[in-house]
T-cell receptor, first 113, second 110 residues
Framework: DTGVSQDPRHKITKRGQNVTFRCDPI?????LYWYRQTLGQGPEFLTY????????KSRLLSDRFSAERPKGSFSTLEIQRTEQGDSAMYLC???????????FGPGTRLTVT | EDQVTQSPEALRLQEGESSSLNCSYT??????LFWYRQDPGKGPEFLFT???AGEEKEKERLKATLTKKESFLHITAPKPEDSATYLC???????????FGKGITLSVRP
């Protein structure tokens, strides 16, 4: 069990550019979650998938954000036309089916200049 | 709106000085109460899940308890390596969405 992995670990981009992050969940975990965490705050829920289906999206997820999980394996989170307010740690987590505890990856820290 | 509040925001202890961290919650349809540990620059590390009032779980120097409105994380004889931010979260909808508090930053001095 290698745990949840995320790539890249750090990303610096200029305002207006698009960025994409990848998350590989623990194998056999069919639920995958994305959260965003800013300094001094707890993680905030963005969206989650069961297998390849995106089942819930937070109102925090504006039209510039899109997430996919093709074939129910890895997931990508894309942010288009980045803004300085998008600077945060983006965390991915996975769990076994219903009610399982969520295991988090190391996160991708995004800095928008 | 679901809300999780943790107190105090920061706690400084001497090694061996036991204490408790508080998590109060107003989460409709709570399915589970979760505790995580987070070290700087890393993702949260799962510690405990509590499902019903009166439940307790222990792991090394940590013990988590749950009432109908609050959860406590008791730290017995802490060591410097226990220094971290401790996050509490309420799970709803088959625990598909976790609502986190801001966390409590614990510092244990040798």
């Amino acid at each position: 069990d290698t745990g949840v992995s995320q790539d890249p670990r750090h990303k610096i981009t200029k305002r207006g550019q698009n960025v994409t992050f990848r998350c590989d969940p623990i194998s056999e975990h069919n639920r995958l979650y994305w959260y965003r965490q800013t300094l001094g705050q707890g993680p905030e829920f963005l969206t989650y998938f069961q297998n390849e289906a995106q089942l819930e999206k937070s109102r925090l997820l504006s039209d510039r954000f899109s997430a996919e999980r093709p074939k129910g394996s890895f997931s990508t989170l894309e942010i288009q036309r980045t803004e300085q307010g998008d600077s945060a740690m983006y965390l991915c987590a996975s769990s076994l089916a219903i009610g399982g505890e969520q295991y988090f990856g190391p996160g991708t820290r995004l800095t928008v200049t | 709106e679901d809300q999780v509040t943790q107190s105090p925001e920061a706690l400084r202890l001497q090694e061996g000085e036991s204490s408790s961290l508080n998590c109060s919650y107003t989460v409709s349809g709570l399915r589970g109460l979760f505790w995580y540990r987070q070290d700087p620059g890393k993702g949260p590390e799962f510690l405990f899940t509590l499902y019903s009032a009166g439940e307790e779980k222990e792991k090394e120097r940590l013990k988590a308890t749950l009432t109908k409105k609050e959860s406590f994380l008791h730290i017995t004889a802490p060591k410097p390596e226990d220094s971290a931010t401790y996050l509490c979260a309420g799970g709803t909808g088959a625990n598909s969405k976790l609502t986190f508090g801001k966390g409590i930053t614990l510092s244990v001095r040798p």
